[in-house]
């Protein structure tokens, strides 16, 4: 019999920092699904292939996972009993998760009343300590750096260097379904964790560990990288409201109706920057207004349901398109990082109210009518 998909470290052992060793901690993570597009480049006629990477069916609903798998397993290795992270949802949802898998507790920071309805419902049904803070993510980043250097916790935020480690296997992912690396890939920025991680597995995928690129002489990824097709060009976006790569400064205040993403202050800062620049790539924003109409596109037209945050990076590629910089021909893969179920009050308030009618046969009959196909 075949042994089934039990997660990425299993599957991933040999270019993961574990050993004998270490447990793993698993909730079965990764092996997500890489849907192409059939309607949207169609509609928008352009022939291109888009396929999306679906994180939102990682186990706890985010690529989160991906990352977490691997850092609660190394925190337990070292004996840790337990965990810490600020969040914005979908970090607490998955930290969460793992911990109790795991059996130790986890502590969780997450900005009042700016959290989507379904992570804070993960992070307390999973028993984690909720703390909320009068204050943002980028506060509670700070608050947490502090509390684990004098108290006995793991702190899991993707400053946690096996974080980056378990999220760099989606690319080993893509290029295993692809046969090789895409022309583009475009994802959120946030913190700026998971940009870094793409761009670590896409290099060790490449056998680039450190910079060359073996496939062109040693030249291509700073002087051609569009043309080199062992690793893709990467478009980070972000939310508008909170774009600090844009600005090219840290944001004080962010806002933005994609709560995943509502981050000022980002972590992996050079490590984003060296991952776009060494890529060739170059990062973007959308309004919310943008991030909004992309997510519901990408519902109505393909089925496929994101959190508006995973969104952006529709809406970034919809930006790139209009900016012609894409030509025809191109493979472009769009991670989604979380699943729609997650955010409903965003995806309720965006969509027209269901009718309302007496339960007749006449008054059904006569609002399907008027809704069929013409
Ligand atoms: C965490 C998260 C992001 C941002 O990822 P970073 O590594 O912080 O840049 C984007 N989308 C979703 C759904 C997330 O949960």
């Given at each position: 019999m075949q042994p089934h998909y039990q997660g990425l470290i299993r599957r991933y052992r040999d270019r993961l920092?574990?050993?004998?060793a270490t447990p793993v901690i698993s909730l079965n993570e990764g092996n997500t699904p890489l849907v192409e597009l059939q309607n949207l480049p169609r509609r928008l006629g352009r022939s291109v292939r888009i396929l999306c990477k679906f994180e939102g069916l990682n186990p706890t609903g985010s690529f989160k996972d991906r990352g977490m798998t691997m850092a609660v397993s190394k925190a337990v290795e070292a004996g840790a009993r337990a965990i810490i992270c600020a969040s914005t949802g979908n970090t607490s949802a998955a930290a969460a998760a793992y911990a109790a898998r795991a059996g130790i507790s986890c502590f969780v920071l997450i900005p009042e009343g700016k959290i989507a309805l379904g992570k804070l419902s993960q992070a307390m049904m999973h028993g984690a300590t909720v703390i909320q803070i009068r204050g943002n993510f980028d506060d509670g980043m700070r608050l947490v750096q502090e509390a684990a250097k004098h108290l006995p916790l793991t702190l899991v935020n993707s400053i946690n260097p096996f974080r980056l480690q378990g999220q760099k296997t989606i690319a080993f992912e893509v290029v295993e379904a692809l046969g090789e690396a895409p022309d583009y890939h475009v994802l959120p920025v946030g913190n700026a964790g998971n940009i870094s991680a793409h761009w670590i597995g896409y290099s060790e995928a490449a056998g680039?560990?450190?910079?060359?690129?073996?496939?062109?002489?040693?030249?291509?990824?700073?002087?051609?990288p569009a043309l080199c097709k062992r690793r893709p060009v990467l478009i980070g976006v972000q939310a508008a409201g909170a774009a600090p790569f844009l600005r090219g400064a840290m944001v004080d205040n962010p806002e933005t109706v994609a709560t995943a993403i509502r981050i000022g202050h980002p972590v992996s800062w050079d490590l984003a920057w060296a991952a776009k620049n060494e890529s060739g790539g170059w990062f973007s924003e959308a309004t919310d207004a943008e991030i909004l109409a992309a997510q519901k596109l990408l519902a109505e037209t393909e089925g496929i349901f994101c959190e508006p945050a995973s969104a952006v990076s529709i809406a970034g590629l919809l930006k790139a398109f209009e900016r012609g910089v894409i030509g025809d021909g191109s493979v472009i893969v769009c991670t989604l990082t979380g699943h729609g179920l997650k955010d409903p009050d965003t995806a309720i308030s965006q969509s027209s109210a269901p009718f309302l009618v007496d339960a007749t046969g006449s008054a059904i009959e006569a609002l399907i009518k008027e809704h069929l196909p013409r």
């Open positions: 920092p574990v050993s004998a680039l560990v450190s910079g060359s690129c073996n496939h062109c002489g040693g030249a291509c990824p700073y002087l051609a």
